[in-house]
């Protein structure tokens, strides 16, 4: 069992950036790849970003590839996603997902979630 509580969100103007903070208790986080999802208001939850045990490999939703980069810190137990160029259509809800499979960008394919941090980009 792992708990996840993310931070970070915000309202921030087109064109700037955040930076989200998943962080784990419960079971080392090394245990289990990690994703980024995002839900809009009437909306699916879509995928945005994926990270490997070892975070030495990433997947990234072409809609945020070149602007989002997602990393982790075993030792903190903790998972990022940086957002830079952030632009109205990115509002949503984020989310951070913990699997046991090595990479996962299908929402069903993880076992854990966070509750959620608001991002609002205005125009």
């Known amino acids: 069992q792992v708990q996840l509580v993310e931070s970070g969100g915000g309202l921030v103007q087109a064109g700037g950036s955040l930076r989200l903070s998943c962080a784990a208790s419960?079971?080392?986080?090394?245990?289990?790849?990690m994703g980024w999802f995002r839900q809009a208001p009437g909306k699916e939850r879509d995928f945005v970003a994926a990270?490997?045990?070892?975070?030495?490999?990433?997947r990234y939703a072409s809609s945020v590839k070149g602007r989002f980069t997602m990393s982790r810190d075993n030792a903190k137990n903790t998972v990022y996603l940086q957002m830079n160029g952030l632009k109205p259509d990115d509002t949503a809800v984020y989310y951070c997902?913990?699997?046991?499979?090595?990479?996962?960008?299908?929402?069903?394919?993880?076992?854990?979630w966070g509750q959620g941090t608001q991002v609002t980009v205005s125009s």
């Open positions: 990270i490997t045990r070892s975070g030495t490999s990433t």
């Open positions: 997902a913990a699997s046991r499979l090595f990479v996962a960008v299908t929402p069903t394919s993880y076992d854990y």
């Open positions: 419960g079971r080392t986080l090394s245990s289990y790849s």
